[in-house]
Antibody, heavy 119, light 107 residues
Framework: QVQLQESGPGLVKPSDTLSLTCGVS?????????WAWIRQPPGKGLEWIGS???????FYNPSLKSRVTLSMETSKKKFSLNLTSVTAADTAFYFC????????????WGQGTLVTVSS | DIQMTQSPSSLSVSVGDRVTITCQAS??????LNWYQQRPGKAPSLLIY???TLETGVPSRFSGSGSGAVFTFTISGLQPEDIATYYC?????????FGQGTKLDIK
């Protein structure tokens, strides 16, 4: 059974960097899957942030690209999100997820973690 | 970016109803479309991929159809556990984008 678990601070100050990690169990972190971050402001819709392959290949949503970095620690089966210069608009539930390389179906999700940007 | 527009945004339903949701893309996305269910307080879960293929374990009352720019998601015989918000998602081109969601509530 594939499980993903987000971890990181629930409160971040404006202009600081939001950092989250996703731990993966029950799945190879290698061939066949990308690892993604998606966010959802409370009461609103879903926004894809970016995806990373185990080789380190990344692609990002252009709306966030200047502030986002994804990285991966394959030995620890973890991948991470860094979002710089946060504002209140970045307050959201952040989900990590797995998606296929063909078809891009987000077939396994973490439970999500709420990150609030506030002083 | 490809804009995905769902209609309706919300729907009041009764158990046993046939429910239909439409998702329209701002351009042709072929069959590069998935559907997700998000129950309150939970993460989304994949229901249908590539327009019409049910994810493993998803009940057959769920179905999808369409191609190009207009897609339909149907629940044939709504069950109480189907009360949720449903999202379409395109993966034809980056960035991957979602519809704004269709929220079902009990009439």
């Amino acid at each position: 059974q594939v499980q993903l678990q987000e971890s990181g601070p629930g409160l971040v100050k404006p202009s600081d960097t939001l950092s989250l990690t996703c731990g993966v169990s029950g799945s190879s972190i290698f061939n066949g899957y990308y690892w993604a971050w998606i966010r959802q402001p409370p009461g609103k819709g879903l926004e894809w942030i970016g995806s990373i392959y185990y080789t380190g290949k990344t692609f990002y949503n252009p709306s966030l690209k200047s502030r986002v970095t994804l990285s991966m620690e394959t030995s620890k089966k973890k991948f991470s999100l860094n979002l710089t210069s946060v504002t209140a608009a970045d307050t959201a539930f952040y989900f990590c997820a797995r998606h296929t390389t063909i078809g891009v179906r987000l077939d396994n999700w973490g439970q999500g973690t709420l990150v609030t940007v506030s002083s | 970016d490809i804009q995905m527009t769902q209609s309706p945004s919300s729907l009041s339903v009764s158990v046993g109803d046939r429910v239909t949701i439409t998702c329209q893309a701002s351009q042709d996305i072929s069959i590069h479309l998935n559907w997700y269910q998000q129950r309150p307080g939970k993460a989304p879960s994949l229901l249908i991929y590539d327009v019409s293929t049910l994810e493993t374990g998803v009940p057959s009352r769920f179905s999808g159809s369409g191609s190009g720019a207009v897609f339909t998601f149907t629940i044939s015989g709504l069950q109480p556990e189907d009360i949720a918000t449903y999202y379409c998602q395109q993966y034809d081109s980056l960035p991957y984008t979602f519809g704004q969601g269709t929220k079902l509530d009990i009439k």
